[in-house]
């Protein structure tokens, strides 16, 4: 997850609520390796019926989940282990009981913080105080056009825009920070930017930009993933959009961490200052190092874009054995740098800061899980000359 706001303007909103100030200079401490962010997916069912759904959710989906007792349990070992922060996810979290069990185990502690991403349509007034009353500290809503009918068509259901804005002015009038969470493909790219702007008009204070990712039923359309023509234009233009809101919208990347790498090429005046930049994007983590994804069977994978890749079973072992460095199935996540061995990612040397991309990218794209993610757009060659490194 790369900071856009942080690194060009110094601030963020929803990122300082939940981690404190942080920024070139002060990279953020509030992950560790054995403590990371948790993204719960705590069930399969959705309402919607989306083309690029990570876990291939939907309403009439039946398969394994934990029981209501074992997601007790796992609550308590998320809050036993110290996890610093709760995204829960799904399918749709708001579509199952399980959520609400979870979220009332989990209330009133000071760890983990809480989190929901929702495709807001479920996100009533009714439910948005119940979540305030629960303490939850961030609310994000999938829109994917500023086009109502485009999104809907995305999304599967008629109507899905309107009741995903709904569900953010209900956010924001129980008091809970909201966002707008956008996949981007070649597609909508262009519109993109403009999604700052319609949170700004809603009272949102941030918006995320996910990469399409080649994983569940986004694997089927991987020919929708942009150009690098179209990533290069697409930063510029909200690394603008940071500035112009700064303090008022933060903007995030997610899925793209060699995006970190590249604004911190044009941000730099120099050498110094370009590698205080990267230890700010080094200190995000990404799957399996400083986050970790708990999927509705209790499995737990390195993230939710790397899901078949399992660490371990929370119904045959602890969170803590399973976050541990010895885990030989974490391992490779955690030495991530030491395993790339495509021809770019591999010589690059900010491997250790971006992580290498997508490895489910570079699976469905090149077939090699270790191999390069094609999406990067950053010569790494050229930024190494520029700054003499």
């Not at 008022?248 to 995006?259: C, F, P, Q, S, Y």
């Not at 730099?268 to 995000?284: G, H, P, S, T």
């Not at 929370?314 to 969170?319: I, Q």
């Amino acid at each position: 997850m790369i900071p856009v706001s942080v690194l060009v303007a110094g601030r963020g909103t929803v990122s300082e609520r939940i981690k404190g100030r942080y920024g070139k200079g002060r990279p953020s401490k509030f992950t560790s390796i054995i403590r990371p962010v948790v993204f719960w997916n705590i069930t399969y069912k959705c309402n919607l019926r989306c083309e690029h759904c990570y876990i291939d959710a939907g309403p009439d989906v039946e398969r394994p989940e934990l029981s209501d007792d074992e997601v007790v349990r796992v609550a308590r070992e998320i809050a036993g282990h110290g996890i610093p922060l709760v995204v829960f996810s799904g399918g749709e979290p708001l579509a199952s009981r399980k959520f609400w069990i979870a979220a009332e185990e989990l209330a009133g502690r000071e760890r983990p913080k809480l989190s929901l991403s929702t495709n807001g349509t479920l996100l009533t007034p009714d439910v948005a105080g119940r979540l305030k009353k629960l303490g939850f500290m961030y609310v994000g809503v999938s829109i994917d056009s500023l086009d109502p009918r485009v999104h809907d068509k995305f999304r599967g259901v008629s109507g899905a825009w309107e009741r995903a804005l709904e569900g953010v002015r209900a956010s924001v009038e129980a008091g809970i920070p909201a966002g707008l969470r956008f996949t981007l493909t070649r597609w909508n790219i262009k519109e993109a930017p403009g999604v700052v702007d319609l949170a700004a008009r809603l009272g949102a204070s941030r918006v995320s930009y996910y990469l399409l990712d080649t994983v569940g039923r986004g694997a089927a359309i991987k020919e929708s993933l942009p150009t690098y023509e179209q990533l290069r234009d697409f930063i510029s233009r909200v690394m603008d959009k940071a500035r112009e809101y700064v303090g008022v919208v933060e903007v995030l990347l997610v899925r793209m961490n060699w995006a970190g790498v590249y604004i911190a090429s044009l941000l730099a005046r120099d050498r110094e200052d370009f590698i205080e930049y990267l230890k700010v994007i080094e200190a995000q983590g990404d799957c399996g190092r400083k986050t970790v994804s708990i999927y509705p069977d209790g499995t737990v994978r390195p993230c939710q874009f790397i899901d078949y890749m399992i660490l371990g079973s929370l119904r045959e072992k602890s969170l803590s054995e399973i976050l541990s460095p010895d885990n030989p199935r974490l391992k490779p996540f955690l030495e991530m740098p030491k395993m790339l061995r495509g021809p770019k990612c591999s010589r690059c040397p900010f491997k250790e800061h971006c992580g290498g991309g997508s490895r489910n990218r570079a699976l469905t794209l090149t077939g090699d899980f270790w191999g390069d993610d094609p999406t990067c757009i950053i010569d790494y060659k050229e930024i190494v000359s520029k700054f003499n490194l």
